[in-house]
């Protein structure tokens, strides 16, 4: 999998090796189906993202792999359309909690580390983007983000 999300496998390689290992007899339309149904609802409301998106330059940070972030971009455009850029693990060639995928996080962000803000529901994430002089908490829920957000000054209605 860490191969696989630091861009080191690509998808139909992945599938065949993961094929081969469980022995599954799979097409790779339907592995990809199934790979991708991890996902079921998003856990911010759009509002709060559009809002945010008018103020803000947002970026989303993602340990992901190529078969599943194809399936977010379909299932979740009206998402994800709020987002000024994506920093992916394996485009980046990098996995949370390695330096350099908050450093593109960063520089996709175009400022400071100082002024940036995350949240991640993995604490060891978000500790590794503090190290590196982000802001940031560990996601408990949407009610709690728009508490710490708030706090922090950081408004989006």
Known sequence: MERFESGQVG?????????????????????????????????????????????????????????????????YAHLLRHFDAFVLSHEVGAMKPQAEIFDAAVAAAGCRAEECFYTD???????????????????????????AMRERGIVWD
């Open 11 to 75: 998808n139909r390689d992945f599938f065949e090796q993961f094929r081969r290992i469980l022995e599954l007899d799979l097409e790779y339309e339907q592995f990809c189906e199934i790979w991708s149904s991890i996902f079921t609802h998003a856990i911010l409301p759009e509002g709060m993202l559009a809002g945010l998106g008018k103020r803000y330059r947002l970026v989303l940070l993602s340990n992901t792999n190529g078969l599943h972030f194809a399936m977010i971009r379909e299932a």
């Open 121 to 147: 529901d993995i604490a060891a994430y978000v500790e590794a983007a503090r190290a590196k002089g982000i802001d940031g908490v560990v996601f408990e829920g949407p009610e709690k983000l728009e508490t």
